[in-house]
Each structure stands twice: as C-alpha cells, then as structure tokens.
Nanobody
Framework: QVQLVESGGGLVQAGGSLRLSCAAS????????MGWFRQAPGKEREFVAA????????YYADSVKGRFTISRDNAKNTVYLQMNSLKPEDTAVYYC??????????????????WGQGTQVTVSS
C-alpha cells in the first residue's frame, strides 16, 4: 500500500511560480516511477510530467516543457513539480501518482497504481 499526499498548491498570478510536493509512504518509493497529472474543470485528466525511479529520466507534456521541472528526493520519499511562468490555462487540480514495481515513469495514467488526493492550482490573469 502506498499513500501519496500532495501539497503546495494555491493561487498565483500569471507569470508566477509554485512548487508542488508529493510525500509518499512505504518502503518502495525509490523503486517506483512517479508522475504528475492534472485535471481542469470539464476536462479529462492529462499527463504533465513523469520521472524514473532514480531520477535519471524525465518526461514532460509539450504544454509544460521548458516551464515545469519534475524532480525527486528518494531519501525523503518525495517528488516535486516546480512550475514557473504559470499561465491561466495551467489552472487545474494536480495529482501525483506512483507506478509500483516499475522504475520508468509513463505518460499513461492507466500505468499508475496509486494516486494522491490532489492539490488545487489556480492561476489568475
């Protein structure tokens, strides 16, 4: 069983920055690929970023490439999403997710086994 708890969301003006954190329970964190997804009102959940178990590989949606950075600290069982140059279209609930037993991250939400409860990010224009 893995529990994921996101934090760091909030209200920010366009052009601003936020850093999301996702704290994971369990002993297998350093073996798991991790991902961030988001869901805006009336839209489907979409991939944002993913990272391999050792942090050696990262993947980004085209819409956030160059603005967002995913990272992890396996000693703290935490994955981060640094979001810079935020735009109103980044407004969504952001979720972190874990792929238990798979080192690679994935674009596909179906490849993840556990999800956090989400944290709201609102970007005002």
């Amino acid at each position: 069983q893995v529990q994921l708890v996101e934090s760091g969301g909030g209200l920010v003006q366009a052009g601003g920055s936020l850093r999301l954190s996702c704290a994971a329970s369990g002993r297998t964190f350093s073996s798991n690929g991790m991902g961030w997804f988001r869901q805006a009102p009336g839209k489907e959940r979409e991939f944002v970023a993913a990272i391999s178990c050792n942090g050696g590989s990262t993947y980004y949606a085209d819409s956030v490439k160059g603005r967002f950075t995913i990272s992890r600290d396996n000693a703290k069982n935490t994955v981060y999403l640094q979001m810079n140059s935020l735009k109103p279209e980044d407004t969504a609930v952001y979720y972190c997710a874990a792929r238990v037993g798979h080192c690679d991250g994935s674009y596909n939400a179906r490849h993840y086994d556990y999800w956090g409860q989400g944290t709201q990010v609102t970007v005002s224009s």
